[in-house]
């Protein structure tokens, strides 16, 4: 089929961000790194990411190795899978893994340039670690779309497939990615956690020495897991968030519009594509607007990060109008109100974080007023918090839900096999609104590792209360922007996945087609898998509340997402023990370390969380692969569709739940640190140490984490659809 024209934006998109990318590298790297001991502890910092992510690698690639072989047998062998499967999962992993890679690097040369700008001003600091973060949300966007345009390419070319098996077949580039964002996201939360909790109690609570204190032992390991845990794996997580939602919202789109021709059905499965690539153009505005004042509030810090955001927002709304209309897309105006309604959603979801985490306002404030009656009133008080915190993004995701489909099939509630087509589309495309920014929005994200490490540098280095005052600002800023763009990440996820649902239904026709199966359609007539509509489908295999495999399928799903947050807590756990004894051992054992005349071991601390990660990361990751293949060989299509909608729901909550708490708990440490009820070193501020340590885990290793599980499950169920048709 002949691709238009305007497609080559896409890839054209992709090398600009690419290109922008590199720029905002090599302008970083210009940059002064500072003293002599900044550059030392910046390099401690780097070899040690480095050689974690290279040991990680090679775990991942045998678990690569081996689904890849597995795809390989399904196509190959017993010819349940389309032949390009095994490919396209080896892709995904890889550009997903390069995401993370390169976001990483740029970080750790960063946060000394960072700290070393900030002795001058602010907004030298601001500048340096937001466009660094800019590295980071510029080459996922990139990778992305040169991953999704060449493979759009390469099988229009190379096979004589229908649009909708090209989109399915493409969706599976997703599953690698999704199981590289995994083993990324889970592994680097249980090595930054472990560090972290490690140094927090026996430095900060049992020694009573300040944070990042160079004679804490667990000081380098805890700056390393910033970067391999929230930059390295929020990057490989957005990878797969935005490919995910790209490429469900094609498939939704050939299946939605086959019946209108060829040319309409082409337009409408390179429109999500359109729309993020011109997001690409808008982000880059977006990010040249940030900029902040000498003694800028936490409020003013906000307002410029806000302000680049929104006006790319903005922007994009304006944009995706003309995108629509242009190409001619039947209801192309109250489709462009379903991107609006996903933007939307994205802003009231980041605005309802930053209320219930940042110290600029009273949720956090409370938090912190409760540090005066002990640390079980901080953690009583942040539970509550984090619980309530849940209402606003579950409700303004309710919304985006139904304004997009209402919007998208022209408010027609007859549930119709048109309508329902139509109506996930607009949900899909919704999905790519709110993330057809991320060029900024991963910005503002990877921005707050990057000032954590500044402010890491500048403590350590001894740079003087004035630098270290800005630090701390651009590091409470980075508690701001992580906690918000977790939420943001987690609510693209809940749009992505209920898309990925109908993306479901329609592999689940190709694999019975391929296998050869016919079903029954709603009027009793045995038809083809290819005739049969959205109706068909739910009638013949009985999806409904009253089937009990929807129901049981439902309560697995709701439970996976509880099972894998206690798994990953509990790895924190134990790592965070061993990371407590050899604090204590060092204290004890190497003289002179708290006088500041001994030199603590940082290498035995760094190689202590590297095994762990490695270690404890393997069963969670691996299960969340296992559960979605067992449950369609047992429960079957009713209750794989029971499993999602379950996860889902849960998964969602739990997620918004914990990041919400964790970010809440650390913040009000801060403002304590600022001078709140008694500043540092006060009853209530040890009382929020031991708050904020229960919520390192809770909002940097599981909460984050369950926004890949919700999508790696839904996409597992996608590639493993033939597997679940053969035991039908």
Request: net charge negative; with cysteine.
């Amino acid at each position: 089929m002949n691709i238009p024209c305007v497609f080559w934006l896409v890839p054209i998109a992709s090398l600009v961000a690419l290109g922008m990318a590199w720029y905002f590298f090599k302008s970083m790297m210009k940059s002064d790194e500072g003293t002599p001991r900044m550059r030392e502890i910046a390099l401690y910092v780097r070899k040690g990411a480095m050689a974690y992510l290279k040991q990680q690698y090679k775990v991942v690639g045998i678990v690569f190795v081996v689904l890849c072989a597995l795809f390989s047998f399904m196509a190959y062998v017993l010819h349940v899978q389309n032949p390009w499967v095994p490919f396209a999962f080896l892709t995904g992993g890889l550009f997903s893994g390069l995401a993370g890679f390169f976001g990483m690097k740029t970080a750790t040369y960063a946060s000394a340039r960072t700290a070393n700008a900030a002795r001058k001003s602010l907004d030298g600091g601001l500048k340096v670690a937001f466009r660094s973060g800019a590295v980071m949300g510029l080459t996922v966007v990139g990778l992305g779309l040169l991953d999704i345009a060449c493979w759009f390419v390469a099988l229009n070319g190379l096979t004589d497939d229908s649009l909708i098996s090209i989109t399915t077949t493409m969706l599976t580039f997703g599953m690698g990615a999704s199981t590289q964002a995994l083993f990324a996201r889970v592994g680097g939360g249980i090595y930054t956690k472990a560090a972290d909790v490690g140094a927090d109690i026996v430095g900060k609570v049992e020694a009573d020495i300040p944070e990042d204190d160079p004679r804490n032992p667990a000081t380098i390991a805890d700056n390393v897991g910033d970067n391999v845990g929230d930059v390295a794996g929020m990057g490989a997580d957005l990878y797969e968030s935005y490919c995910g939602s790209v490429l469900s919202t094609a498939a939704l789109g050939a299946a939605a519009f086959g019946v209108a021709g060829l040319e309409i059905q082409l337009k409408a499965v390179i429109a999500p594509m359109l729309i993020a690539a011109v997001g690409v153009f808008l982000s880059l505005l977006g990010i040249f607007l940030v900029r902040t004042k000498e003694g800028a509030t936490m409020k003013d810090l906000l307002r410029s990060l806000s302000l680049g955001t929104n006006v790319s927002a903005f922007l994009i709304a304006l944009a995706t109008f003309a995108i629509l209309y242009l190409l001619g897309i039947e209801n192309w105006l109250g489709l462009s109100f379903s991107v609006i309604s996903g933007l939307a959603a994205g802003v009231i979801i980041g605005q309802a974080t930053e209320y219930y985490t940042s110290h600029s306002y009273k949720p956090t404030q409370k938090i912190s007023e409760a540090g005066q009656t002990g640390a079980a009133t901080v953690i009583i008080k942040g539970i509550g918090t984090g619980m309530i915190s849940t209402c606003i993004p579950v409700i303004t995701i309710g919304v985006a839900i139904m304004m997009s489909y209402l919007c998208a099939n022209g408010f027609d509630l007859s549930m119709s096999s048109a309508s329902l087509s139509h109506g996930l589309y607009g949900i899909g495309i919704a999905a790519v609104g709110m993330l057809s920014t991320l060029g900024i929005t991963l910005a503002t994200d990877a921005y707050g590792p990057i000032a954590d490490n500044a402010g890491g540098n500048a403590e350590m280095c001894q740079l003087g209360e004035e630098v270290r005052q800005r630090t701390d600002a651009l590091d409470a800023l980075g508690n701001t922007t992580a906690a918000t763009g977790k939420g943001f990440a987690i609510g693209s996820a809940a749009l992505t996945a209920l898309a990925l649902l109908a993306s479901y239904i329609e592999e689940i026709k190709i694999a019975m087609e391929r296998a050869g199966e016919t079903l029954t359609n709603v009027a009793g007539q045995t038809i083809s898998a290819a005739d049969a509509t959205i109706p068909d489908f739910m009638n013949y295999f009985q999806i409904n509340l009253m089937n009990p495999r929807v129901i049981v399928g439902a309560f697995i799903g709701a439970m996976s997402a509880f099972l894998f947050c206690g798994m990953t807590m509990e790895a924190v756990g134990r790592a965070a023990e061993k990371m407590v004894q050899e604090v204590r051992r060092q204290f004890k054992e190497i003289a002179g370390i708290l006088e500041g005349t001994g030199t603590p071991d940082y290498g035995r601390c760094v190689e202590i969380s590297t095994r762990a990660a490695q270690h404890e990361m393997i069963i969670p990751s691996v299960l969340a692969i296992i559960i979605p293949i067992l449950v369609g060989i047992i429960l079957g299509v009713a209750g794989v569709l029971g499993l999602l909608v379950g996860g889902l729901a849960g998964g969602f909550t739990l997620a918004v739940f914990m990041a919400n708490a964790g970010g809440a708990w650390d913040n009000a440490k801060k403002n304590i640190e600022e001078g709140a009820f008694g500043g540092k070193g006060s009853f209530a501020h040890k009382a929020c140490i031991v708050g904020d340590t229960v919520g390192d885990p809770f909002k940097d290793t599981s909460g984050p984490s369950l926004n890949i599980l919700i999508k790696l499950m839904s996409m597992v169920s996608i590639v493993m659809a033939g597997l679940t048709i053969a035991f039908m």
